[in-house]
């Protein structure tokens, strides 16, 4: 009986171990041409995920059905799903995944009345014939590259994967540098999030202005001096940047992935309450000797609670950014032209745009020793040309004194120009179409966001307050 079972037990180990020999020499064979490193939890055959033959002696049959992009929002369900199957359900209707936020904003300022759900609902008119025509044209060929059905902008730090591998493996100088899935880090968030938006601020980094001459003297002729598309002012990083967090460490997983939970609060990490500490936030505890927080990447990090008298008598609803905020975006005029002509002589001085596409055909164009391209840009949903240009630019870039308004509590937020667009558009007979369309004139400009550029509030944050309630009633941002 004992030595059946040990020939039982032989048998199961000797297949198991014939099993693992066979999965490992599947994979050496795509590994023979593919050198690359895979993370403990994806020791798999490629074609789990990439379909394909590992067995085939040749790269055309190898190759056969290839699955360039698994992980692909397209492909998630299938590819991810068995092995993740509640994260890739929850994810695809993640903002990151659906744009619906941003995309519903800017559309229902130029007349849209109804929402979408995702952004790959907008509408493709092929000739547009109203202003929301217009805009749901620039929104596909102009605003859709950060996200991840798609591999970004055509720039060093701005090439990314698409669906989980956006986030999860490591892009740089526009290629794919590892194949461990892991935990994102910044360099993955700011393939997104950079040219003036949350999160490019929390490194102290503000875009330059469009025009060469107001780029000069920063720029130079090295290659990849401008990784982000354009050049940007070393400004203050935000305290929790130079003390050592990343962006995980306040914004998890069950947020950025559509999972129960919410933002982050600067109070539910430093305001000092029972009832705060009974509910902290992930990877925060409460010790003897104060809170801390255990970093992704296994810092710890001290957490100062709010002492400051301020803190506790302020007889207004203000939030903390509002005091602690060094500096904020505050750009305002986004000018989008729209030119369907082939004369780009105009645009020498403005040749960088921050769109890779549209720079390439910029240069090649003026440049009078190359073979002149029709002025077309890709719809971004679709990857087809289409005829057209979207030009941009900006009646002021300004990174002052925090503007000041009131967010949906009422609360005193810093606010920043959202809904300052103007779209006009000229046809290739140098007709006119659109001149200068701007939103509804009853939607507010200023909303609130949140700078991440936190700083000591230092001995302006009074006067700061109180020159807003001063001003507040006579000229409001709207």
């Known amino acids: 009986m004992k030595r059946a079972l040990s020939l039982v037990i032989l048998t199961l180990f000797l297949t198991g171990c014939s099993e693992e020999h066979r999965q490992t020499e599947l994979l050496r064979q795509c590994l023979d041409c593919h050198a690359m490193e895979l993370d403990r939890q994806h020791q798999l055959p490629c074609t789990s995920c990439h379909q394909g033959d590992n067995a085939a002696k040749d790269k055309g049959s190898a190759h056969a059905q290839l699955l360039a992009h698994p992980s692909h929002p397209d492909s998630m369900q299938k590819i991810c799903g068995p092995c993740h199957g509640q994260m890739v359900a929850e994810v695809l209707g993640s903002t990151h995944f659906t744009l619906n936020n941003s995309t519903n904003l800017f559309r229902e300022a130029f007349g849209a009345t109804d929402k979408l759900t995702s952004f790959l609902d907008t509408p493709s008119p092929a000739a547009p014939a109203t202003a929301l025509d217009l805009a749901d044209d620039l929104l596909r060929r102009r605003c859709f590259k950060c996200h ?52 490019f601020d929390y490194y102290g980094r503000f875009e330059h202005d469009f025009n060469a001459d107001f780029r000069t003297p920063f720029t130079t002729s090295n290659d990849h001096f401008r990784p982000y598309g354009v050049e940007y ?127 390439a055909l910029i240069e090649n164009n003026i440049n009078f020793d190359k073979t002149e391209l029709p002025p077309q840009m890709t719809d971004t949903l679709t990857g087809k040309s289409q005829p057209g240009l979207w030009f941009k630019g900006y009646s002021m870039r300004r990174w002052e004194t925090p503007l000041l308004g009131r967010d949906e509590s009422g609360a005193i937020a810093t606010v920043r120009p959202l809904l300052d667009w103007s779209l006009s558009w000229i046809d290739q007979d140098e007709t006119v179409r659109f001149d200068a369309v701007t939103p509804d004139p009853a939607r507010k400009i200023f909303h609130s966001y949140v700078p991440h550029t936190t700083g000591p509030a230092g001995v302006f944050y009074r006067p700061r307050i109180d020159q807003f309630l001063k001003t507040e009633h006579i000229s409001p941002p709207r």
Not at 267 to 295: M, W
Not at 308 to 325: D, S, V
Request: glycine letters at 10%; aromatic letters at 8%; hydrophobic letters at 30%.
């Open 148 to 199: 991840p059905y798609s591999q970004g902008d055509n720039y060093p730090a701005t090439t990314h994967g698409t669906g989980c591998a956006s986030c999860h493996l490591a892009f740089a100088e526009g290629r794919l540098t590892s194949h461990k899935f892991e935990k994102p880090r910044d360099e993955q968030c700011l393939s997104c999030h950079y040219g003036n938006y949350v999160g």
């Open 233 to 359: 002012h070393p400004l203050v990083a935000d305290i929790h940047q130079q003390r050592g967090m990343v962006c995980l460490d306040c914004h998890s997983g069950k947020e950025l992935m559509g999972k129960a939970g919410g933002k982050p609060s600067c109070r539910g990490c430093h305001e000092n309450s029972e009832l705060v500490a009974a509910n902290l936030p992930d990877r925060v505890e409460k010790r003897s000797d104060g809170f801390i927080l255990q970093g992704v990447d296994g810092k710890e990090h001290p957490i100062p609670l709010l002492q400051h008298p301020a803190h506790f008598e302020q007889p207004e609803a203000i939030t903390c950014q509002a005091c602690h905020a060094q500096w904020t975006f505050n750009d305002f005029g986004k000018h989008f032209l729209r030119s369907d002509r082939d004369d780009l002589s105009p645009w020498t001085l403005l040749a960088t745009q921050g769109d890779a596409e549209l720079e």
